[in-house]
């Protein structure tokens, strides 16, 4: 079975700043896909950004971006810029699959407050 | 594109009544429908893979009887909670899965039960 682990509950950065949250993934899985989404307090779950573990190279949406090291089975998040809508729950979910596969196992989250 | 609405929003109902709450793909066609229950602050968790047009998959310690799960179409999939009781209020979450868009699960906006 996999497992997701976010063991930062909580953190605070100045807006502007960059902020880097923490995942640990464990599998036996050779391929697979990460995911970080983000909760704000609307509660819609957002794709914040993905990652194919085959591919080596780090993933980058605009102020976003991964740190995917595979063999650490790591898979952090680096907010840069952050702005004060990117106050939310980011949850790092790991999917084993396609089709009926494609369940997501996600960590436990972790509340990210952005500071004025 | 990718929407994925549930309704109803939020209900609220008394303990011993069934809620059936409906989850629906807009503009795609989802083969694989799952289900979440998610309470304050905490993490998702599975409950249910649902596939149109067969029986739903349940995870471990989740009671079949009590969340029945209905997959008729390939844009509607929905969750009946039988004889509800306070324990059973939660917010609950779908998201579906077309097989289109590179693996990604598009999440409806919730729906927040209260039993009384």
């Known amino acids: 079975a996999q497992t997701v682990t976010q063991s930062q509950p909580e953190m605070s950065v100045q807006e502007a700043e960059t902020v880097t949250l923490s995942c640990t993934y464990d599998t036996s899985e050779s391929n697979y896909y990460l995911f970080w989404y983000k909760q704000p307090p609307s509660r819609q779950m957002i794709l914040v950004i993905r990652q194919e573990a085959y591919k080596q190279q780090n993933a980058t949406e605009n102020r976003f971006s991964v740190n995917f090291q595979k063999a650490a089975k790591s898979f952090s998040l680096k907010i840069s810029d952050s702005q004060l809508g990117d106050t939310a729950m980011y949850f790092c979910?790991?999917?084993?699959?396609?089709?009926?596969?494609?369940?997501?196992?996600f960590g436990k989250g972790i509340t990210l407050s952005v500071r004025p | 594109g990718a929407v994925v609405s549930q309704h109803p929003s939020r209900v609220i109902c008394k303990s011993g009544t069934s809620v059936k709450i409906e989850c629906r793909s807009l503009?795609?066609?989802?083969?694989?429908m799952f289900w979440y229950r998610q309470f304050p602050k905490k993490s998702l968790m599975l409950m249910a893979t649902s596939n149109e047009g067969s029986k739903a998959t349940y995870e471990q310690g989740v009671e079949k009887d009590k969340f029945l799960i209905n997959h008729a179409s390939l844009t509607l999939s929905t969750l009946t909670v039988t004889s509800a009781h306070p324990e059973d209020s939660s917010f609950y979450i779908c998201?579906?899965?077309?097989?289109?868009?590179?693996?990604?699960?598009?999440f409806g906006p919730g729906t927040r039960l209260t039993v009384l």
């Open positions: 503009d795609f066609q989802a083969t694989t």
């Open positions: 979910a790991f999917m084993r699959g396609t089709g009926a596969n494609s369940k997501l196992t």
């Open positions: 998201s579906a899965y077309s097989g289109r868009a590179w693996n990604e699960q598009f």
